[in-house]
């Protein structure tokens, strides 16, 4: 039995995460999957879930907290805030989310871009 590797893990969650999406909406969730990584290379992890719970972009943020916990890089339950987790969890552990986002994010804008171009789901 093979055991699947952490980057074949993202890509599964992000293929599971973006594979409904097509057009625009996959587009839109695309940009938004950039524009976060962006701002986690600029301001850092809590920074940027902080201001997608605040534009509204909940989807995005519950997305990388739920692959966080999925992966046991931060404890707790669905129902506490990853953000105040994160917030108070120590700098080896922020530092580890943060790259580990980064790298789920990637994956997601890939997918996200491939569902864009395939507006039919039928690859025009």
């Known amino acids: 039995?093979?055991?699947?590797?952490?980057?074949?893990?993202?890509?599964q969650n992000a293929w599971e995460t973006v594979k409904d999406k097509k057009g625009?909406?996959?587009?839109n969730f695309g940009d938004?999957?950039?524009q976060t990584s962006t701002r986690?290379?600029?301001?850092?992890?809590?920074?940027?879930?902080?201001?997608?719970?605040?534009?509204?972009?909940?989807?995005?943020s519950n997305e990388l907290?739920?692959?966080l916990l999925s992966l046991g890089f931060i404890r707790g339950n669905q129902n506490d805030k990853v953000l105040q987790r994160l917030i108070q969890s120590d700098t080896y552990i922020l530092r580890r989310a943060t790259d580990e986002a980064l790298a789920y994010l990637a994956w997601l804008a890939r997918f996200a871009d491939a569902g864009a171009l395939d507006?039919?789901?039928k690859g025009e």
């Open 1 to 11: 039995m093979n055991i699947p590797t952490l980057d074949q893990k993202r890509a």
């Open 119 to 121: 507006k039919k789901g």
């Open 65 to 67: 907290g739920s692959y």
């Open 40 to 60: 986690i290379q600029n301001s850092g992890l809590c920074p940027a879930l902080a201001y997608l719970d605040s534009k509204k972009e909940k989807d995005l």
């Open 24 to 27: 625009d909406n996959a587009k």
């Open 32 to 34: 938004v999957c950039k």
